[in-house]
């Protein structure tokens, strides 16, 4: 299995230290230079069971002003034209206008998508996090949640083995 993942969310949600963590030491170090037309390469975890490729789509930060829009969301369209699933990166107990600008423009995609709760962490009481994905998710047509803690690490392999499966 192998396949190109748009990593998506607002700024600050751990974006960048979750793939840097799921690439790790394995990967041979990707030039920050290195990108097509359609994407920026963020990092490849490539392991025995296949090869993920996490990209940044320029045209998926759309936001601000109609016209901006619509030119947004036709680069988006060519953006995403190897694209096979988009994952939207949000942060635990936190579900902000800017997480669901971002959601809205991942749903406009039509990609199969996941949702990857980071800073699992930060949360004490676990038992507060079911009745949060439950809220999250509700409606919003993910194909799979995973909560993960990218700075510990936590929850990981399940991501790494969830994004494979459905590549
Ligand atoms: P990005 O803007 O989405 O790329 O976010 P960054 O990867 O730059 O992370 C933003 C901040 O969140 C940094 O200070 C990270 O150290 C912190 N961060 C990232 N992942 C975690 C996590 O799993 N737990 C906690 N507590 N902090 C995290
Ligand atoms: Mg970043």
């Known amino acids: ?38 994407h920026r390469i963020l990092g490849i975890d490539t392991g025995e069971a296949g090869q993920i490729v996490f990209v940044d789509t320029p045209g998926l930060h759309a936001e601000g002003k109609r016209a901006i829009n619509r030119y947004m969301n036709r680069a988006a369209r060519g953006a995403l034209a190897d694209v096979e699933l988009g994952a939207l990166v949000i942060e635990a107990g936190q579900w902000r206008e800017a997480d669901e600008a971002a959601f809205a423009t991942l749903e406009k995609t039509g ?3 996941v949702l990857i709760i980071n800073k699992v962490d930060r949360i ?5 996090l079911l009745p949060f994905i439950a809220k999250v998710s509700e409606g919003r047509g993910f194909a799979a949640v995973f909560p993960v803690s ?18």
């Open 124 to 128: 004490r009481d676990k038992t507060e």
């Open 1 to 38: 299995r192998a396949g190109l993942v748009a990593v998506i969310g607002r700024p600050n949600v751990g974006k960048s230290t979750l793939v840097n963590r799921m690439v790790g030491y394995k990967v041979s170090i990707v030039s920050p230079k290195a990108q097509t037309t359609r």
């Open 111 to 113: 990609l199969p998508r």
């Open 150 to 167: 990218a700075e510990k690490g936590a929850g990981l392999d399940d991501l790494r083995r969830g994004l494979l499966d459905l590549l």
